[in-house]
């Protein structure tokens, strides 16, 4: 595995974006139902919950796919549930996700599991568990090791979760080690319950861990020699990497070369669910973009401290993420831009570069930007600073502040770098970038662009792409400004955009 600590762990999540992975395993629906507490019940030496709210999310390897899209990754599952409305809940869930599920089996007769926590004022009292977790078998268990093997071979990283529910059988891992993939990760309750081939990393517990090596079992992790346990797990799985996740405390890996150790943070009343799921995701993707395991340890405790601060399974976000990270010279980032340019070029690929305002974001926008990405490798967003915006649109726009505009063009999964001019005209950006498709909007059909030389010039070619009808940001503006009562405050404030400030 080589190494990559040297460059910024901000590059390294901004790297995710668009990283094509597979998860493969034992997927559940997490159920939490919340109420207070207030008195004993008089029949039983039990708390008396009101005031309920239940509240539901893919659990388990879902989970791990729910975190690995939130960090921006283009994300197919692979799983067997039941043929049963819970499976149909799991699923929509997983769509809101955006994560790929038409590679899941649906087993009639099979209950898809549930995990049901009941929590009093914060605490949790019980937790209940439902649902079939025995091996697959015959046809079932062919089909769903044919469908990793065929995923595998087309995406970046295999991303293996074995909770000991049924899916992750013996025929599954041969599956996936035949394939010879070099980026598989296997996070496993039992991490020796089978047999392995290439593995790039497994990344169990200290509790997992030492069960796995038949150790006695210390809960305190503070008191695990887990550079030893790594090594010896490593021994054993023939994985190149172990990284032994020590809850607070952090995270030891151990490689080839190296035993790493990866200091934690502590969190005030921390709620774990998932947040092995979350360093999961970031050490994989981070792996997946060639990053050592320091960085990608450091980026997984990163995550997993994020996971625990919140409560219930929430995965993490590219922007939450970016955001606990040192602020990077803005050298660094440019750098990063150019590197990935060059990256995208050598391996034959097409770099599409579009501009605008883009002004208060709407359908319309997200339709030009996702069609964009599609036809290239990487898409570059030039943006109109505030005072290119107000040359461009006039004195009273943007109305959105350039910060802003910047934060969410960067939120969406089509976008891979957004980079703010100041000119009247992206002409000096696009001869930087170099991009061989610029792709404009409708609404420029027939007109002679002000940047088309410069397009021509670095060998490019000018594609326009049909608007969605009735969508448009100088609309809406005009619109709202025209209300009753509004007009004045909203002109106000726009001629003042230094004024606003945000929560």
């Known amino acids: 595995m080589s190494s990559a600590d040297g460059q910024g762990l901000a590059a390294l999540v901004r790297g995710y974006k668009g990283r094509r992975c597979v998860v493969v395993g034992d997927v559940m629906l997490d159920v939490f139902e919340r109420g207070r507490a207030a008195r004993l019940a008089p029949d039983a030496p039990a708390p008396v919950l009101t005031n309920v709210d239940t509240t539901c999310s893919p659990g388990g390897a879902a989970n791990v796919a729910a975190n690995l899209s939130a960090l921006g990754a283009e994300v197919t599952l692979l799983a067997a549930i039941g043929d049963d409305p819970t499976g149909d ?55 769903l090791a044919e469908r990793a093997a065929v995923l595998a071979e087309s995406d970046e990283v295999v991303v293996v979760s074995d909770y000991s529910g049924g899916t992750i059988t013996q025929k599954v891992a041969d599956a996936l080690g035949a394939t010879g993939h070099e980026c598989v990760l296997l996070d496993s309750k039992d991490p020796l319950r089978l047999r392995w081939q290439d593995l790039a990393a497994t990344t169990p517990n200290h509790l997992e861990a030492q069960k796995a090596l038949d150790l006695p079992v210390e809960a305190d992790p503070g008191r695990v020699d887990a ?67 320091r960085a990608a340890a450091r980026l997984g405790v990163e995550a997993a401290t994020l996971a625990v601060s919140r409560s219930g399974t929430a995965p993490v976000g590219m922007r939450e993420l970016l955001q606990r990270l040192p602020a990077e010279p803005v ?173």
Do not use: Y
Not at 103 to 127: N, Q, S, Y
Not at 246 to 253: I, W
Not at 264 to 273: C, K, S
């Open 331 to 503: 050298a660094e980032r440019s750098g990063a831009l150019e590197e990935e340019l060059e990256r995208v070029r050598r391996s034959g690929g097409k770099v599409v570069f579009t501009n605008g305002c883009f002004d208060l974001l709407h359908r319309g926008h997200l339709f030009l930007l996702r069609e964009a990405r599609k036809l290239g490798d990487v898409l570059v967003v030039g943006l109109n600073s505030d005072a290119s915006a107000r040359r461009v649109k006039g004195s009273n726009r943007p109305v959105m502040l350039e910060e802003d505009r910047v934060e969410l063009l960067e939120a969406l999964p089509c976008v891979d770098h957004v980079v703010v001019f100041d000119e009247d005209t992206p002409e000096a950006l696009i001869r930087r970038v170099e991009p061989d498709l610029h792709v404009k909007g409708g609404d420029h059909a027939g007109d002679r662009l002000a940047e088309e030389s410069a397009v021509e010039e670095v060998g490019g070619e000018v594609i326009v792409l049909p608007l969605l009808p009735g969508r448009s940001a100088s609309a809406t503006i005009e619109h709202i400004r025209s209300s009753p009562g509004d007009a004045e405050a909203i002109t106000d404030e726009a001629a003042k955009p230094a004024a606003w400030s945000r929560p």
């Open 89 to 143: 809940q799991l699923l929509e869930k997983l769509s809101e996700c955006g994560i790929h599920t038409g590679g899941m089996i649906r087993v009639p007769g099979r209950a898809t599991v549930v995990k049901k926590r009941l929590v009093a004022d914060g605490a949790t009292l019980a937790r209940v568990d439902s649902g079939d977790k025995e091996p697959l078998r015959c046809a079932v268990e062919e089909d």
């Open 227 to 293: 550079g030893a346990v790594g090594e010896a797990l490593r021994r054993e799985t023939g994985a190149r990497a172990v990284a032994v996740t020590l809850a607070e405390e952090g995270a030891v890996v151990v490689d080839e070369e190296v035993t790493v150790r990866v200091d934690g943070r502590r969190v005030a009343d921390p709620d774990v669910n998932g947040a092995g799921d979350t360093f999961l995701a970031a050490f994989a993707l981070s792996l997946g973009g060639d990053a050592g395991v």
